[in-house]
C-alpha cells in the first residue's frame, strides 16, 4: 500500500482530491456539517475495527508479508512498464492537452491543403 501510495500519479490524484474536498468543504457550509459527520463516522467504525482485526492481522502476518513481497515486485515491474506512474497528474494532462493540440494542428494543415 505504501509502495502504491508513494508513486508520483497515485500521491499527485491523492492530494489533487485532498486539495478539492477541504475548498469545497470550506466554500459550502452545507456540505462541510455532512463531510464532517461522515469523517466522525468513519474514524470510529476505524477504531471500532482496528481492534477486531488485530489478531486477524497477527495470525495472517506471514501471508501478509509473502503478498507484499509479490505485489512489491509486480508494482516495480508495472512502473518499468509504464513511466506515467512516475509522473504527476498536472504533467500528463498537459502532455495530453499538448498532443491533443498537435493532432488537430496536423488536421487542420491536412484538410487545409
Do not use: F
Not at 486539495?19 to 477504531?47: F, L, N, W
Amino acid at each position: 500500500v505504501n509502495q502504491v501510495a508513494n508513486l508520483t500519479l497515485v500521491s499527485s490524484a491523492c492530494d489533487m482530491v485532498s486539495t478539492a474536498y477541504a475548498s469545497t468543504k470550506e466554500s459550502h457550509p452545507y456540505i462541510r456539517s455532512v463531510c464532517d459527520a461522515a469523517e466522525k463516522g468513519v474514524k470510529s467504525v476505524t477504531e471500532a475495527t482496528a481492534s477486531c482485526v488485530q489478531p486477524v492481522l497477527t495470525t495472517l502476518e506471514p501471508h501478509v508479508v509473502a503478498a507484499s513481497k509479490y505485489a512489491s515486485q509486480g508494482l516495480d515491474k508495472l512502473g518499468e512498464k509504464l513511466p506515467l506512474l512516475q509522473k504527476p497528474v498536472e504533467q500528463i494532462l498537459s502532455d495530453t492537452k499538448e498532443q491533443i493540440a498537435s493532432g488537430v494542428a496536423d488536421a487542420k494543415d491536412a484538410v487545409s491543403s
